[in-house]
């Protein structure tokens, strides 16, 4: 049973009609006899004396039934009256008692139903509005954080830039001043030099005037007497150079801050993050314009699609080179890839042509996916890689996901990224990548830290963003969020379940292989059981794949034979 939060106390409701002898989709539920029925059930209920005035309404409209209660004073009684007076349930034999004579009654069912329908509107907010938006904003942040560490690397790349420029033009400024020195010492050298050479000429005239005085001293009296006096020239005057003085500039730390960029933070207030109102979400993904494009295309489609009243059989061809259809991908070319238990990936056209064949180590599960661009991804558990495969037939090493095994594979119809099931020998998890193969979440525990997956050999994901897994060690599908968070969990019809091949279509519907009973189950977006949309009566022996194309063709592959079907049960 699927078991979402708030079915769990009412019990699973069936989109089949409650006539035993009838197999039809029951569209309708009748509030009186508490039961889901067909149309042609419904005209004979109403034209029927005993029934022609129970309530009937669409099966989306009805009022849960009120969950079995003993009452406290009468055990063997059911409660089903509500005493407005003393504000408690009571069973038939109190209402009849003295205690409540006179009192005013309400019909708990309705109490109920009204309670039921507000409590599950709450849920609804919570999955639909409340948490994603919260989870968006979280996602705001954490982008927000890169921003802020970005921008303070590129201030302090900035600070860095400003600094070395100060510094550039500091060593500039500093070797010019030096180069002045030169020139200024340079000059008075010169000073120096032609006062040295004045003194120099000065010493050789008085030698050459001490040679003529001694020469005159030499001779007689009468020549000396004679001759004219000699005359000196005096010691030929010069200054002393003035040297430059250096003054030291006065500056400190706050001088040199001031030559340099200033950080502060803008005195504007805030900007409050944006919270959408509840009316105006419509979905909590985020889309491209060609994704909002695509999605109001689908959105479109719905307005006009609803379940057939029965499947039909479209048509069905063997697949070459493959012993078991395990499992089945449509790729946007209206081509299919399938794959056996003996390692064989093969691709046909839609009348069953090979068109190419790949051997594999695999051996079962969703171990491939037809991504977007026309391409294939798939894993390979022993080598714990994920390959792709181009529209061009070239093979790639893809994604490496260490000690983990990848089982399953999905790429998104929405945003193109891909989900892996993966496990190792204990423990097992689902994993997200971008379209680059860049990680970017596990999901492997619920909120209260179980563990949420065994072995998740099938997975999908659903038109609002929920990741669907086939989980074949706990015989389960596993249905949780975008954000990882857990949103149901079913297990079938049956004492035993054991879930296969899953996929998920335009509407939002959840199909899934049971291998025990030889079925196909329709669930709701909710995890929900709806109907059993294939079974023996349509011929089916060992169901295991399937896929639903973009012409909302459902493709089914089995075990021990190679052929693929091709059914229409959407209208």
Same mark, same amino acid.
């Given at each position: !049973? *699927?078991?979402?939060?708030? $079915?769990?106390?009412?019990?699973?409701?069936?989109?089949?009609?409650?006539?035993?002898?009838?197999?039809?989709?029951?569209?309708?539920?009748?509030?009186?006899?508490?039961?889901? !029925?067909?149309?042609?059930?419904?005209?004979?209920?109403?034209?029927?004396?005993?029934? &022609?005035?129970?309530?009937?309404?669409?099966?989306?409209?009805?009022?849960?039934?009120?969950?079995?209660?003993?009452?406290?004073?009468?055990?063997?009684?059911?409660?089903?009256?509500?005493?407005?007076?003393?504000?408690?349930?009571?069973?038939?034999?109190?209402?009849?008692?003295?205690?409540?004579?006179?009192?005013?009654?309400?019909?708990?069912?309705?109490?109920? *139903?009204?309670?039921? *329908?507000?409590?599950?509107?709450?849920?609804?907010?919570?999955?639909?509005?409340?948490?994603?938006?919260?989870?968006?904003?979280?996602?705001?942040?954490?982008?927000?954080? &890169?921003?802020?560490?970005?921008?303070?690397?590129? @201030?302090?790349?900035?600070?860095?830039? $400003?600094?070395?420029?100060?510094?550039?033009?500091?060593?500039?400024?500093?070797?010019?001043?030096?180069?002045?020195?030169?020139?200024?010492?340079?000059?008075?050298?010169?000073?120096?030099?032609?006062?040295?050479?004045? #003194?120099?000429? #000065?010493?050789? #005239?008085?030698?050459?005037?001490?040679?003529?005085?001694?020469?005159?001293?030499?001779?007689?009296?009468?020549?000396?007497?004679?001759?004219?006096?000699?005359?000196?020239?005096?010691?030929?005057?010069?200054?002393?150079?003035?040297?430059?003085?250096?003054?030291?500039?006065?500056?400190?730390?706050?001088?040199?801050?001031?030559?340099?960029?200033?950080?502060?933070?803008?005195?504007?207030?805030?900007?409050?993050?944006?919270?959408?109102?509840?009316? *105006?979400?419509?979905?909590?993904?985020?889309?491209?314009?060609?994704?909002?494009?695509?999605?109001?295309?689908?959105?479109?489609?719905?307005?006009?699609?609803?379940?057939?009243?029965?499947?039909?059989?479209?048509?069905?061809?063997?697949?070459?080179?493959?012993?078991?259809?395990?499992?089945?991908?449509?790729?946007?070319?209206?081509?299919?890839?399938?794959?056996?238990?003996?390692?064989?990936?093969?691709?046909?056209?839609?009348?069953?042509?090979?068109?190419?064949?790949?051997?594999?180590?695999?051996?079962?599960?969703?171990?491939?996916?037809?991504?977007?661009?026309?391409?294939?991804?798939?894993?390979?558990?022993?080598?714990?890689?994920?390959?792709?495969?181009?529209?061009?037939?070239?093979?790639? $090493?893809?994604?490496?996901?260490?000690?983990? $095994?990848?089982?399953?594979?999905?790429?998104?119809? @929405?945003?193109?990224?891909?989900?892996?099931?993966?496990?190792?020998?204990?423990?097992?998890?689902?994993?997200? #990548?971008?379209?680059?193969?860049?990680?970017?979440?596990?999901?492997?525990?619920?909120?209260?830290?179980?563990?949420?997956?065994?072995?998740?050999?099938?997975?999908?994901?659903?038109?609002?963003?929920?990741?669907?897994?086939?989980?074949?060690?706990?015989?389960?599908?596993?249905?949780?969020?975008?954000?990882?968070?857990?949103?149901?969990?079913?297990?079938?019809?049956?004492?035993?379940?054991?879930?296969?091949?899953?996929?998920?279509?335009?509407?939002?519907? @959840?199909?899934?292989?049971?291998?025990?009973?030889?079925?196909?189950?329709?669930?709701?977006?909710?995890?929900?059981?709806?109907?059993?949309?294939?079974?023996?009566?349509?011929?089916?022996?060992?169901?295991?794949?399937?896929?639903?194309?973009?012409?909302?063709?459902?493709?089914?592959?089995?075990?021990?034979?190679?052929?693929?079907?091709?059914?229409?049960?959407?209208?």
């Amino acid at each position: !049973m *699927a078991t979402t939060s708030d $079915e769990q106390a009412a019990g699973q409701h069936y989109l089949v009609c409650g006539n035993q002898d009838c197999q039809r989709n029951g569209q309708f539920y009748c509030n009186d006899c508490h039961q889901p !029925m067909c149309e042609q059930c419904k005209d004979e209920h109403r034209e029927s004396p005993d029934t &022609k005035h129970h309530d009937i309404v669409l099966y989306r409209q009805r009022k849960h039934r009120l969950p079995i209660e003993k009452c406290k004073l009468h055990p063997t009684k059911n409660v089903d009256i509500f005493c407005r007076e003393c504000k408690s349930p009571l069973c038939l034999k109190c209402f009849l008692g003295k205690e409540h004579k006179g009192h005013e009654f309400d019909d708990l069912e309705e109490i109920y *139903a009204e309670k039921y *329908a507000l409590w599950q509107g709450e849920f609804s907010k919570i999955q639909k509005y409340f948490l994603p938006t919260s989870e968006d904003l979280k996602t705001d942040i954490k982008e927000d954080v &890169k921003e802020i560490k970005k921008i303070m690397e590129n @201030i302090r790349t900035s600070m860095k830039a $400003e600094a070395e420029s100060l510094k550039n033009l500091v060593d500039e400024v500093t070797s010019e001043k030096i180069e002045n020195t030169h020139t200024m010492e340079k000059s008075l050298l010169q000073m120096l030099k032609s006062q040295e050479t004045a #003194y120099n000429d #000065y010493i050789k #005239y008085l030698g050459e005037m001490s040679d003529k005085f001694q020469e005159y001293l030499s001779t007689t009296n009468q020549k000396l007497l004679s001759s004219e006096i000699l005359k000196l020239k005096t010691i030929p005057e010069t200054s002393k150079p003035v040297p430059p003085v250096f003054t030291p500039s006065q500056f400190n730390k706050d001088n040199v801050a001031k030559l340099l960029g200033i950080l502060n933070i803008p005195n504007t207030e805030p900007e409050k993050r944006k919270i959408q109102p509840m009316e *105006a979400v419509s979905t909590p993904m985020k889309f491209t314009q060609k994704q909002m494009e695509q999605s109001k295309e689908k959105s479109d489609m719905k307005q006009t699609l609803s379940l057939s009243s029965s499947v039909t059989k479209v048509r069905e061809y063997s697949v070459p080179g493959v012993d078991h259809a395990y499992h089945v991908s449509a790729d946007k070319s209206g081509r299919v890839w399938v794959s056996d238990d003996g390692g064989n990936l093969v691709q046909t056209d839609l009348q069953g042509k090979l068109l190419q064949k790949i051997p594999t180590s695999e051996r079962d599960g969703g171990y491939h996916t037809a991504t977007q661009d026309g391409g294939l991804i798939y894993t390979d558990r022993y080598k714990t890689m994920i390959l792709r495969i181009t529209p061009f037939r070239r093979i790639t $090493e893809f994604i490496k996901t260490g000690d983990w $095994e990848p089982v399953s594979v999905h790429s998104s119809h @929405i945003n193109g990224d891909i989900l892996v099931g993966m496990k190792t020998d204990k423990k097992a998890k689902v994993t997200r #990548y971008n379209k680059t193969g860049k990680e970017i979440q596990n999901i492997q525990r619920d909120n209260q830290g179980q563990e949420l997956y065994k072995y998740p050999h099938y997975i999908t994901e659903n038109i609002n963003g929920d990741i669907c897994t086939s989980d074949i060690s706990k015989r389960t599908v596993v249905g949780v969020n975008k954000s990882g968070q857990h949103r149901f969990s079913y297990t079938g019809q049956r004492l035993e379940f054991c879930p296969y091949g899953i996929c998920t279509d335009v509407l939002g519907h @959840i199909l899934v292989c049971d291998i025990v009973s030889k079925t196909v189950h329709l669930l709701d977006q909710d995890g929900g059981f709806l109907s059993v949309i294939l079974s023996t009566q349509q011929g089916i022996e060992y169901p295991r794949g399937v896929c639903v194309d973009d012409e909302n063709n459902l493709y089914l592959g089995q075990w021990l034979t190679s052929i693929v079907t091709v059914y229409k049960y959407l209208q």
